[in-house]
């Protein structure tokens, strides 16, 4: 069998984006009717019946940074960062499994359609095995008709089987099933859990800065241009960036270190490469790689976690009128970290002066504030108009909020078909989506 060029096109772009291309930042704007706002003040009353879905969820976590592995199980990207510590394979289907996914990029990339038929045939063996991953995989391919005879049940059941193996894309695929069929209450409660993972893996202070996913569209020239955008290091954009880097350019510098912290645009991710960039850009007063280094130093990740240092770094990048660090410290003051004592006061101070300045996530914070009477009465209905605000802004925090409202009927009349869109719309930002 020949794969035809369209095929490939169909592929590669798989590949790059892992389906749901929906998923690019499209605007959303948000906009709800006096009919969706429940009347029956769902105040303190309605504490115990929604705590289940509500309260387990600690919108002031102390969002330890998981491994993407612990994230995305069986995700790709091991293939695209070939000296990043691809753990020795627990079996001999997951050795099977990405022994196939690496042929199966070779082949996109080479244009082989025999080493393709190798790769879904070691995909499928792993499948077989009952290697959850690889299901996931076939059931893209069978989704697709690329070496499978396109099969939209043997595709579900992949997916089913995978899904339930816990894998991150199964439950996309399964859940955009649903929720095409209107199957609402199935959809909603996939993409609430995917969205509750996504959540838990975006910043503290500030959106998460994983920007402009790698998107291959159907024209060839586009397809060129996303791979040579995944090169890395090799690439003539980043190399020109750090010769500009190198001269002193501080906004480069900021920009370096932040491809090489989240590992965006094919380069491998590499925190004391990070860290020195950051460093460096401070050094000339960069004020958004001060804000970084706080977040960095209050995540612990690639550093030993100092809350003192992140609260230093934060007050010094809100100096320099970076109202989103304003977040962040209000963030410690909620906790107690990093300052004299917890200061609810001051950290809705800290959040005010954020929304104030038109930083959506201050109007989150406060709407988490009123939410959980945190420092303030508890007060559903106006933590609702501060996550409309911020979901307006493209807060995706937000949306989750909003999405939860919907969900149990708590602030806002229980709609599923809201709640699915909106979950689906932070599921979407997970680490799954995209391997740029
Ligand atoms: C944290 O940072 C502060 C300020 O830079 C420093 O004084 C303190 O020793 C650090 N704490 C630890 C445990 O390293
Ligand atoms: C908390 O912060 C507020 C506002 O900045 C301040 O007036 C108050 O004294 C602080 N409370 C404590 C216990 O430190």
């Known amino acids: 069998m020949r794969l035809s060029t369209d095929k490939f096109f169909f592929l590669s772009f798989f590949i790059f984006s892992l389906l749901f291309l929906s998923a690019t930042a499209r605007p959303f704007v948000l906009v709800l009717s006096q009919d969706d706002l429940t009347d029956a003040a769902p105040s303190a009353a309605d504490d115990d019946g929604a705590s289940s879905s509500t309260s387990d969820w600690d919108e002031f976590g102390d969002s330890d940074t998981k491994r993407e592995e612990e994230l995305d199980p069986g ?64 059931g893209f391919l069978y989704n697709m008709g690329v070496t499978r005879e396109r099969n939209g049940a043997k595709a579900f059941m992949y997916h089913h089987f995978a899904a339930n193996g816990g894998n991150m894309q199964s439950k996309m695929a399964l859940a955009y099933t649903y929720s095409r069929q209107d199957m609402y209450d199935k959809a909603v409660k996939l993409y609430a859990e995917l969205a509750e993972v996504a959540v838990n893996s975006f910043l503290i202070s500030k959106d998460s800065p994983v920007i402009e996913p790698i998107r291959i569209h159907n024209g060839a020239e586009e397809n060129k241009e996303a791979l040579r955008k995944s090169r ?14 190198q001269k002193g350019n501080a906004l480069a510098m900021y920009k370096i270190g932040i491809f090489y912290y989240f590992g965006l645009r094919g380069l491998r991710r ?41 609260f230093e770094w934060l007050k010094l990048a809100s100096r320099q009128q970076l109202y989103s660090a304003y977040n962040g410290m209000g963030y410690l003051y909620v906790k107690g970290y990093g300052v004299d004592k917890k200061n609810n006061t001051k950290a809705k101070e800290y959040f005010e002066k ?25 007060d559903v209905k106006l933590a609702c108009k501060f996550f409309i605000l911020a979901a307006n802004k493209g807060q995706p925090k937000a949306f989750y909020q909003l999405a939860k409202m919907f969900h149990t009927g708590v602030g806002l009349k229980l709609n599923l078909p809201m709640a699915t869109g909106l979950y689906k719309l932070v599921a979407e930002r997970g680490p799954w989506s995209s391997l740029s």
């Open 232 to 245: 890395g290091e090799e690439d003539e954009d980043f190399q020109i960036l750090e010769y500009q880097a």
């Open 354 to 378: 954020a929304a104030e300045n038109e930083e959506a996530g201050g109007n989150y914070n406060l709407g988490v504030m009123y939410l959980k009477g945190i420092g303030v009465k508890r």
């Open 75 to 138: 995700s790709w990207r091991p293939i695209f960062e070939p000296d990043s510590e691809l753990a020795d394979p627990a079996t001999d289907d997951e050795a099977m499994y990405y022994s196939g996914v690496t042929k199966m990029v070779t082949a996109v990339s080479s244009g082989d359609p025999r080493l393709m038929e190798e790769a879904a045939a070691e995909i499928e063996a792993a499948a077989a095995g009952g290697y959850p991953h690889a299901q996931s995989a076939l």
């Open 270 to 310: 590499d925190h004391v490469k990070a860290l020195s960039w950051f460093s460096k850009a401070v050094d000339k007063g960069e004020p958004r790689s001060m804000e970084l280094l706080g977040e960095i130093y209050a995540r612990g990740a690639g550093v030993e976690r100092n809350y003192t240092k992140a």
